[in-house]
């Protein structure tokens, strides 16, 4: 499977774009990408447990079309564990203190019910290149 | 699958919630109702968005549209014209104060904007542990596109115009160092990535580890081809398991697929890379002490000349650049050098990443454009102090930077105002210290650190540094004189002048600058032989206060040194002379009878 | 201590890791680092050991092993509990929190009780400074620690 030119490389990126859900808000795509900050810091705070209830509680409510990743640091360190939701076509947002229990509540609401849990939302100040 | 259609955000942050805002999303929420549109718009009040000066705000998602000082009676215009009609309502955008054009997207503010991505571009956005994942946003595009189109040539004038400069400390010009590691010839040459993030309170370099470790490996060719390098180490801690982990995945994996090892992207170029481990050593962090280690010696610095650019690793050209120098090059090579001269300041382009912490709000990792201010970075984005204390200063750059005072809080942040303030850019560690910390005891901190972590190697560093720590015990304990702080600064200026190494030159930074800026609180404990801020022991006096104490006897009991005397009912006296200050009896009073001064 | 015992297995498994290296120049810090996770620390025998298998001199294994913080002469208890005292939680009150542990334990940082359970260790930010104060058990950290709650962490670990 090695990658034998740039172009290949470039082919292989265009096909990974559409598969995972990322990019700005406002393209429209079929997955909802739920993304645990799993740094040093992160994990020190909880983020596995919050990760495997999520991924649980998912399984529970039988959701499909949803893709959990264990990310680097969002840099929100005063309140890991963090949690990104980014629905397709919608503002990505940011929550923190995530403990295993809100995180069922993220699920539950946000995932399932397209409804924000409001107390645990943080701002999510910065610009990507 | 989302049953709202809309979200209307109401910032319910202490500041907008003091103008009103809770009453703000009632009537947004009872309009919503009365109009029949519950199922389908929710009025949500979230946490504070940071722009307490506009407040209270109200962010519309998608639409994006942010409104600012948004009255309780606005809620009816927002639901009739922007809910029912999808108007926004003019009059309540955000408009800039410089050009006064309004803007209604979050991700056009300003305020914003003071946070640009540039190193940390992938983290918390990827899956570190996925290649597929760094490959979809553009990963190691950039190592192809100057394989198949660029010379090394071309390569290092493009690197030197971007105007990069080494982000572990020095601030040498990155297109410079590739330069130098060119030029010379050999039949082997090594790239290095220092990774021996030894700065305590400084870890932006784990974190791009951790979160984007292709980022760092591609790099790493990059400069391989540019130089004429086919191998590089990455000297990391030990003490960072989880990056090690990741990175040795990521290794693993673009191994597998071709992106290093043998005729990369089928053209002539080999790389690959290896991982050596540090063990615990804060001066390895210099480059020629590293350099020793990963030749499993001590890790002692030697002098430059010879640079490593010449004489490196077994005695071969090398270059070494930190992790977040490499974090940067990829974005450089498909963005173009002019685009990221365009950010910064004159001398330090592009951005810098500062892990806030101490005394301050929001600690985490905070990624801004050079020439940024610090009042900025500490107030605006860091959230100012906690629990409502005063700033008293901030510390940047590690055991090697200084001590920053509320004077100089405007300073533009780039290399050479650091510098000229007495501090240094350094790894990016940033603590900010209240009312409450003593500079003294801090200074005394960091000499410990240096004494500590000193290698041995050469005098005025070994033996200098601990004189200084000696004299900043002497004083903290009550006992300095004036003749210690003349000490200190002729000492300080000597260490400067005569280490070995860029460690050693700059240890005497924490004790100088303080002396600088906090001279007040050095007479202070000298003279007047007193703590201000209350926080080294020996000059503390623990005093019952007579309006207040009851005789409850909790103080006396618990004293360890029975000098507390008193009876059931009757005001309790301390005795200074035999008092232990351990603050015992502070903590056991429950009627705020016992002050500290 | 059996777990602390010098035993032959422990000594081919070291072997076996050596003989597997191409090169043997240079990886004397690798080599170490292994002996270390195999041995838990470093006494005078496995040093020795080291410099015959590399064919360096015992002075210069004894040099590396001494000059990095990480390698230890000494054995350590059955528990590690490492102190951060990284600037970020210095100014949050690391140094109590030390002393309280110090107090509790009557050990010194760098010291094992007499019944070889616990390691007191002093260690330079393990980069959670979030979370400053932060100690770390084995491994697992504990954040924003206040002197009160020492005595109960190590109680979680005095019968394990």
């Known amino acids: 499977m090695g990658i034998k030119s740039l172009d290949e490389l470039k082919a292989l990126r265009d096909k990974l774009k559409t598969d995972i859900n990322v990019r700005a808000s406002g393209e429209i795509k079929s997955n909802t990408r739920v993304i645990v900050g799993m740094a040093t810091c992160g994990i020190a705070a909880g983020a596995r447990p919050v990760f495997s209830a999520m991924v649980d509680e998912a399984r529970l409510l039988d959701l499909a079309r949803v893709t959990f990743v264990q990310s680097g640091c969002m840099g929100a360190c005063h309140s890991e564990p963090t949690v990104e939701v980014r629905v397709p076509g919608e503002e990505p947002i940011l929550y923190g203190n995530v403990t295993p229990e809100t995180a069922r509540d993220i699920i539950r609401k946000h995932i399932r019910s397209g409804e924000l849990v409001q107390n645990l939302i943080i701002g999510r100040p910065f610009e990507t290149v | 699958m989302s049953a709202y259609r809309m979200h209307l955000l109401v910032c319910g942050g202490t500041g907008c919630r003091a103008s009103e805002s809770k009453l703000l999303a009632e009537n947004l929420q009872a309009l919503v109702m009365t109009a029949g549109m519950g199922r389908e718009v929710q009025v949500v009040i979230t946490g504070c968005f940071g722009f307490c000066e506009k407040g209270p705000i109200v962010k519309v998602l998608p639409d994006n549209v942010f409104y600012v000082e948004v009255k309780p009676s606005d809620a009816e215009e927002i639901v009739s014209e922007h809910v029912l009609k999808g108007r926004p309502v003019d009059r309540l955008l955000y408009v800039e104060p410089e050009q006064k054009g309004k803007v209604s997207s979050h991700g056009e503010m300003p305020f914003y904007k003071k946070q640009l991505r540039i190193a940390l571009r992938n983290c918390g956005f990827i899956n570190p542990e996925d290649i597929e994942e760094y490959i979809s946003v553009d990963g190691y595009q950039a190592l192809g596109k100057v394989l198949t189109e660029m010379t090394p040539e071309a390569l290092v004038t493009l690197m030197k115009k971007s105007g990069l400069r080494g982000r572990g400390g020095g601030g040498f010009p990155t297109g410079l160092k590739w330069e130098a590691a060119a030029r010379n010839r050999a039949d082997v040459k090594y790239i290095i990535c220092n990774a021996d993030e030894g700065d305590p309170g400084a870890f932006m370099d784990r974190s791009i580890l951790e979160g984007d470790p292709h980022s760092v490996l591609e790099s790493m060719a990059i400069a391989g081809y540019a130089t004429g390098a086919r191998f590089g180490y990455i000297y990391i801690r030990a003490e960072y398991p989880l990056a090690v982990h990741r990175l040795e995945i990521a290794i693993a994996q673009a191994q597998q697929m071709g992106l290093l090892g043998e005729r990369i992207f089928g053209t002539g170029f080999s790389f690959d890379i290896a991982i050596k481990f540090g063990a615990g050593a804060f001066v390895c962090g210099e480059e020629t002490a590293l350099i020793h280690s990963i030749e499993g010696e001590r890790g002692e610095p030697t002098n ?37 001269a365009s950010i910064g300041s004159e001398k330090s382009k592009g951005t810098k ?50 001590c920053i005072p509320a004077s100089a809080l405007d300073t533009p942040m ?29 200074a005394k901190f960091y000499l410990e650190f240096t004494c500590d972590e000193s290698c041995g190697k050469c005098t005025p560093c070994r033996v200098g540094n601990k004189r200084l720590h000696e004299a900043l015990t002497r004083i903290t304990e009550g006992k300095g004189t004036m003749a210690d702080l003349d000490n200190l600064k002729e000492l300080g200026a000597i260490i400067k002048d005569t280490a070995l190494c860029g460690l050693g030159q700059t240890s005497p930074n924490p004790v100088l600058s303080t002396m600088k800026y906090f001279w007040d609180e050095y007479l202070a404990h000298v003279v007047d032989k007193k703590c201000p801020a209350g926080v080294c022991t020996a000059l503390l ?57 | 201590m059996c777990k602390n015992a010098l035993t032959e297995e422990k000594f081919r498994e070291l ?63 059955d528990h590690i509990i490492n102190v951060c005292t990284g600037t970020a939680c210095f100014v949050r009150g690391a140094e109590g929190i030390l002393k309280e542990l110090e107090n509790h334990l009557g050990i010194k940082s760098g010291q094992t009780t007499p019944d070889g359970r616990f390691t007191i260790d002093a260690l330079r930010c393990v980069g959670a400074c979030g979370l400053a104060p932060v100690i770390m058990v084995d491994g697992k950290v504990y954040g924003r620690v206040k002197t009160g709650e020492v005595t109960g962490i190590v109680k979680e670990y005095a019968e394990v």
């Open chain 2, 353 to 402: 990443v500062f892990a806030l912490a101490g005394k301050i709000n929001n600690v985490g990792l905070v990624e801004v454009p050079m020439g940024i201010r610090l009042r900025e970075i500490i107030f605006d984005i860091g959230g100012g102090i906690r629990d409502g204390k005063k700033f008293k200063s901030v510390q940047t750059g590690g055991p090697s930077g200084g």
């Open chain 3, 15 to 77: 072997d076996s890791y050596v003989d597997t290296l191409p090169e043997k120049h240079g990886m004397l810090i690798s080599v170490l680092h292994r002996a270390q996770g195999i041995f838990g620390y470093l006494p005078k025998e496995v040093q020795l050991h080291v410099a015959r298998s590399l064919n360096l001199t015992a002075a210069k294994v004894y040099g590396v092993v001494s000059f990095y913080s990480y390698f230890t002469e000494e054995p350590r208890g």
């Open chain 2, 414 to 442: 780039d290399y050479e105002n650091l510098t000229c303030i007495g501090s240094m850019m350094g790894s990016g560690g940033m603590i900010v210290l209240d009312e409450d910390d003593c500079m003294v005891n801090v």
């Open chain 2, 541 to 597: 006096s623990y005093y019952i206060l007579p309006g207040k104490c009851i005789g409850c006897t909790a103080c006396k009991r618990v004293c360890p040194a029975s000098c507390i005397s008193g009876e059931v009912k009757k005001v309790h006296e301390i005795d200074q002379a035999r008092c232990i200050k351990c603050g015992a009896c502070l903590k056991a009073c429950k009627f705020g009878a016992i002050s500290k001064k």
């Open chain 2, 304 to 340: 430059k000349p010879p640079f490593p650019a010449e004489s490196g690793l077994w005695g071969k050209p090398t270059c070494v650049n930190n992790v977040e120098t490499f974090a940067n090059v990829p974005p450089i090579i498909l963005k173009g050098a002019e685009w990221f």
